[in-house]
Antibody, heavy 121, light 108 residues
Framework: EVQLVESGGTLVRPGGSLRLSCSAS????????MHWVRQAPGKGLEYVSA????????YYADSVKGRFTISRDNSKNTLYLQMSSLRAEDTAVYYC??????????????WGQGTPVTVSS | EIVMTQSPATLSVSPGERATLSCRAS??????LAWYQQKPGQAPRLLIY???TSATGIPARFSGSGSGTEFTLTISSLQSEDFAVYYC??????????FGPGTKVDIK
């Protein structure tokens, strides 16, 4: 069974830093691109960041570029999101998401349960 | 960036009725369009991919159609568990896979 379990979300002060983790199981992690998607309270889904299966390619939304860093450790089946210079508008639930292979279509097939990040003084 | 729009923002439907949700892309995404359902306090769940292919375990009352820039999600007979927010997403252009703003389906 595919499982994605996020952790690391908490209350942090503006300007602070935080690292989110996503532990993956039930599939060959190194075969899949992974993504972070967030959802601010009462709002829609916002695509945040992406990383290719081998970590060689990364992408960031303009809203987080230069402040967030996505990475992965395929030996540990874990995805990370290092967040710095946090702002109130980064307050959201952060979801770890698996994307199917390009051959299978490339859509998002599994989502974690999310980890909440609150940026507030 | 491909912009996704959804209409209506809110759809009020009685149980047992048919619901039709629309999604439009600012440029063609071919059939690289997915629909997700999200209930309060839960993560989104994949319903449809490839514009019209149901994901595993999705009831037959959910169906998707369309290609290019115009897409539709139809729920043939709404059940109580279907009242939720529905998002479309294009995955045509790596890496920016944009979401629509969502359609909330609530009880009439």
């Amino acid at each position: 069974e595919v499982q994605l379990v996020e952790s690391g979300g908490t209350l942090v002060r503006p300007g602070g830093s935080l690292r989110l983790s996503c532990s993956a199981s039930g599939f060959i992690f190194s075969n899949y691109a992974m993504h972070w998607v967030r959802q601010a309270p009462g709002k829609g889904l916002e695509y945040v960041s992406a990383i290719s299966s081998n970590g060689g390619s990364t992408y960031y939304a303009d809203s987080v570029k230069g402040r967030f860093t996505i990475s992965r450790d395929n030996s540990k089946n874990t995805l990370y999101l290092q967040m710095s210079s946090l702002r109130a508008e980064d307050t959201a639930v952060y979801y770890c998401v698996r994307r199917t292979t390009a051959a299978a279509g490339g859509y998002f097939d599994y989502w974690g349960q999310g980890t909440p990040v609150t940026v507030s003084s | 960036e491909i912009v996704m729009t959804q209409s209506p923002a809110t759809l009020s439907v009685s149980p047992g009725e048919r619901a039709t949700l629309s999604c439009r892309a600012s440029q063609s995404v071919s059939s690289n369009l997915a629909w997700y359902q999200q209930k309060p306090g839960q993560a989104p769940r994949l319903l449809i991919y490839g514009a019209s292919t149901s994901a595993t375990g999705i009831p037959a009352r959910f169906s998707g159609s369309g290609s290019g820039t115009e897409f539709t999600l139809t729920i043939s007979s709404l059940q109580s568990e279907d009242f939720a927010v529905y998002y479309c997403q294009q995955y045509n252009n790596w890496p920016l896979f944009t979401f629509g703003p969502g359609t909330k389906v609530d009880i009439k």
